[in-house]
């Protein structure tokens, strides 16, 4: 994807301060995004699968065995709650949804049971899968693809350069290896960062650009929530304008990709979430993250009908056609299989319990014990130099 932009128009335009010519700028990307997608949305939906205890060293993850952080705990999902959490995200008006699993590998059984829960949610909803589950070989990718899986996030989390002061036991070289394994087995890549984990201004475009270099289907932006306990959780929430005209500058390094505002939208930009929509953004991810809150649904979907976007399930919910892959269903658009499963048998109604990912309510937080093991770049931990 040829960016509209160059860097050092890039560089530039990321020493604007001034709100107004902020806004030109946001006209600028919007009409980017509408040339390219017209009014459709790409509105996705998680389920934190698998929670708690990761070994690795992600400076911004509470899931992290290195952060001394209240953390949701729970062992690896059966395929049957996959399918609930999928049911009530469809019936939230979601587009597709994501699974999502702590650490860097799966083992065999939890391997299965993602694509196990796979296989139930391609066969009993409309949703399109998606799936975050760390490091992968390409007989995994390929393993996921057959299952039904249609597009994989792995993030680079930020430019090559900072990529060390995020994390030393998650190698950039083995996220790049993982994107190219998604990529050759024929499915979609979603690929994004984290914006505000101190990298300068310069890091930012540099990320862009590593980014466009990709050529992801999808690039989730996330804005840094800073948890206490973590490497980075000391740190100030971004600007709220600062924040939109970031999306603003990666939407004309990248126009042609799908953009979602994830993580940390809520705390970092508050009130000036609908106007980060109209920044580029082509969906959210909708309800609850990993181990916060979000917006409600009707809140999500507000943003982009103001906006006159059209939120409704769509057969395109972006530039080109990605229907489900089901056999038989390849063109068009998908039997509704939410409204055939509230009618019933012999047309008898049957109830569909709609709860949206809570971690607040559907996870048990636990403490770590202490000692912290130490941080392999030999940093303190936050919680360790308190009090």
Not at 170 to 186: F, N
Not at 304 to 315: D, I, K, M, S, Y
């Amino acid at each position: 994807m040829a960016p509209l932009i160059t860097r050092d128009e890039a560089l530039a335009l990321g020493e604007l301060e001034d709100h107004a010519e902020i806004e030109v700028l946001i006209e600028r990307a919007w009409q980017a995004r509408v040339e390219r997608f017209e009014d459709a949305t790409d509105m996705c939906s998680l389920v934190n699968a698998k929670s708690g205890g990761c070994a690795q060293d992600c400076g911004f993850c509470a899931q992290s065995r290195f952060a001394e952080a209240e953390t949701p705990m729970h062992a690896m999902m059966e395929p049957e709650q996959i399918l609930e959490h999928a049911r009530a995200a469809e019936a939230a008006g979601a587009h597709r949804f994501c699974m999502v699993t702590q650490g860097q590998g799966l083992s065999k059984r939890d391997f299965q049971k993602v694509l196990e829960g796979t296989r139930l949610v391609a066969e009993h909803t409309n949703l399109k899968r998606c799936a975050s589950i760390g490091h992968m070989s390409p007989a995994r990718a390929k393993a996921l693809k057959d299952a039904g899986v249609q597009r994989v996030h792995h993030n680079v989390e930020t430019a090559e350069s900072y990529y060390s002061e995020v994390s030393q036991t998650v190698r950039y070289e083995g996220r790049l290896r993982t994107i190219e394994a998604v990529r050759d087995a024929g499915l979609e890549t979603c690929v994004g960062g984290i914006l505000n984990l101190g990298e300068t201004r310069e890091q930012r475009v540099e990320m862009a650009f590593e980014l466009a270099a990709l050529e992801p289907t999808s690039v989730p932006i996330n804005l840094l929530n800073p948890r206490p306990g973590t490497k980075f959780g000391d740190r100030e929430y971004m600007d709220p304008w600062e924040a939109v005209k970031w999306i603003a500058i990666f939407r004309l390094i990248l126009p042609d990709a799908l953009f979602r505002l994830c993580g940390g939208r809520v705390e970092n930009i508050g009130e000036l979430q609908q106007l980060a929509v109209r920044a580029g953004i082509n969906g959210v991810m909708m309800g609850n993250f990993l181990t916060t809150l979000g917006n409600t649904p009707d809140e999500d979907r507000a943003m982009f009908e103001n906006l006159g976007l059209n939120v409704a399930r769509q057969p395109d919910n972006g530039a080109k056609p990605r229907p489900d892959n089901r056999s038989g269903w390849l063109d068009g658009e998908t039997p509704d299989v939410v409204e055939e499963f509230l009618a019933g048998a012999e047309g008898e109604g049957r109830a569909l319990n709609v709860t949206l990912w809570d971690p607040s309510t559907q996870l048990r937080f636990a403490r770590k014990r202490r000692p912290v093991p130490p941080r392999p770049d030999s940093g303190p931990d936050i919680a360790s130099t308190r009090g």
